[in-house]
């Protein structure tokens, strides 16, 4: 077996690899970050980001956090601007 084909066989390892684990990272990411649908938004929060939308803003994320030991709604909108609703 020549080196120039040894090489381009440990490429194409190298990059079957890479493309495993880069999907792996994406999905480990994405496993822990997945906030509940707008079902399961409390009625203060949805109001809100109705309203947030009939004003022409983008609502970027809707999601449960935990701060200071409670956990409260975050609405994040246009500008980096959030609000928070105490559960």
Do not use: C, I
């Not at 997945?34 to 809100?48: E, H, L």
Request: charged fraction near 30%.
């Amino acid at each position: 077996m020549s080196r120039r084909r040894k090489a381009a066989g440990f490429a194409a390892v190298g990059v079957a690899v890479a493309s495993v684990l880069g999907y792996l990272r994406h999905r480990r990411k994405r496993a822990g970050r997945q906030s509940p649908g707008p079902a399961a938004w409390p009625q203060p929060v949805r109001n809100f980001v109705r309203m947030v939308r009939e004003r022409g803003a983008n609502v970027r994320d809707v999601r449960l956090e935990e701060r200071l030991g409670s956990r409260v709604w975050v609405v994040e909108w246009d500008g980096g601007r959030s609000l928070t609703f105490p559960v």
